[in-house]
C-alpha cells in the first residue's frame, strides 16, 4: 500500500505519520508538498495535524485553496481513502469534503492529553478492524476542535451512520465531562457519505507504538489496510 | 478603496471567546452587559475601479474565504 502524506506550510505530525506508516506498518509512504497537483499512484492521502498557514484567518481556511488541495478534492470524489487528523480534519471541513465547522474549545484552552473515544461505526474503512462500541485511548492536541453542525447536517450525519468516534468515559458513556472541548453530540470524528474520507480530531499516529502508553490508534491504520487488501 | 469587512459569530452559534469576555465583564461589575460577540474586523484596500463590480467582488472574497457561512456572518463597508 502507499501512503501519501500531504505537507502544508505549518503541518507539524507528517514526521509523525510518516513515522509510523514507515517503520510500524512498513508501508511504502512519500511526502506530498502543498503545491503538488498530481496525487495519483497513492492508496491512501493523510493530511496531518499542525497549522497550517499559521491557522491565521481560521483553521484550515488557507490551506483549502493550497493547489494540492483541488487534487485531493478530485481524488475524494473518485473514492480516494483521505484520512484527515486534527488540523487537516479542520481543512477538510473548511474545503467541504466533510460537513460543518469546527469552533474554538469551550474551555478557551489548547487541551494536549489522552481522552478515550467510542467507535459509533465500525463498517468502514477507517474502523473495520475494531468492534463496535470498542473505546479507544488516543491523545488530542488542539484549540479549536469544537465541532458544530446545523440541525439538519447532524441529522443527516446520524441517519447515514457518518459519526464515527465520540468522546466519552472508561466505561464508554458518552458524558458531558468525557467531552473536552464541546463539540456537539461529542463528535470526534466523521466519515464522507461514501466513507472514503475520514475526519478526526484524535491523533491515532501518537497512539501507534507502546512506548507511546496507548496503540490504539494503530487499530485505524489496520483498519485501511485490511480495507485495502480486501478491495484488491 | 478602503473596504471595511466585519465578521461575527452566527446567530446560534456558540462564541467560547465572547462567553469568557462576557464573564469578565460581569465581574468587573459591569452587570448590565448582556451578551458579547467576538469576531474580526477585516481591512481590505482595493486597486481603483468600478464600485458596483467592486461590493460584488468583496461578497464573493467574503463567501469564499474571508468567513466561513457556517458559523459566521459578515458585514460589509464599501468606502
Redesign the interface.
Known amino acids: 500500500m502507499r501512503f501519501g502524506v500531504v505537507v502544508f506550510p505549518g503541518s507539524n505530525c507528517e514526521m509523525d505519520c510518516f513515522h509510523v506508516i514507515d517503520k510500524v506498518l512498513m508501508e511504502e509512504v512519500e511526502y506530498v508538498w502543498h503545491q503538488q497537483t498530481d496525487v495519483s499512484g497513492y492508496d491512501c492521502l493523510v493530511l496531518p495535524g499542525g497549522f497550517s498557514y499559521g491557522d491565521y484567518l481560521r483553521c484550515g481556511a488557507i490551506a483549502r485553496f493550497s493547489p494540492v488541495m483541488e487534487a485531493v478534492a478530485e481524488y475524494a470524489r473518485e473514492g480516494g481513502l483521505v484520512i484527515g487528523i486534527c488540523n487537516g480534519f479542520q481543512i477538510l471541513l473548511e474545503a467541504g469534503l466533510l460537513p460543518g465547522a469546527m469552533l474554538r474549545n469551550t474551555s478557551l484552552s489548547f487541551i494536549c492529553r489522552h481522552v478515550n473515544v467510542r467507535v459509533e461505526n465500525a463498517d468502514t474503512p477507517w474502523t473495520n478492524a475494531v468492534r463496535q462500541g470498542r473505546v479507544l485511548r488516543i491523545p488530542i492536541a488542539h484549540g479549536e476542535g469544537n465541532y458544530t453542525a446545523d440541525a439538519e447536517t447532524l441529522a443527516a450525519l446520524g441517519e447515514r451512520n457518518q459519526i464515527v468516534l465520540r468522546y466519552c468515559d472508561e466505561g464508554g458513556e458518552t458524558t458531558a465531562d468525557s467531552n473536552p472541548n464541546g463539540s456537539v453530540e461529542n463528535i470526534a470524528g466523521i466519515c464522507s457519505e461514501g466513507f472514503n474520507v475520514f475526519g478526526l480530531m484524535p491523533h491515532p499516529e501518537r497512539a501507534s507504538e507502546e512506548i507511546l502508553g496507548s496503540t490504539d490508534g494503530l487499530l485505524i491504520w489496520e483498519s485501511v489496510m485490511a480495507h485495502y487488501q480486501a478491495r484488491g | 478603496m478602503k473596504v471595511s469587512i466585519y465578521v461575527s459569530p452566527k446567530k446560534g ?5 465572547g462567553q ?1 469576555a462576557l464573564g469578565a465583564l460581569r465581574s468587573l461589575g459591569f452587570g448590565e452587559v448582556a451578551d458579547v460577540q467576538i469576531g474580526k474586523y477585516i481591512i481590505l484596500s482595493l486597486e481603483d475601479g468600478e464600485s458596483g463590480q467592486a461590493e460584488a467582488r468583496v461578497q464573493e472574497m467574503c463567501e469564499r ?2 468567513a ?1 457561512p ?2 459566521e456572518d459578515y458585514r460589509i463597508e464599501m468606502g
Open positions: 452559534v456558540l462564541d467560547p471567546a469568557a474565504l474571508l466561513n457556517i458559523i
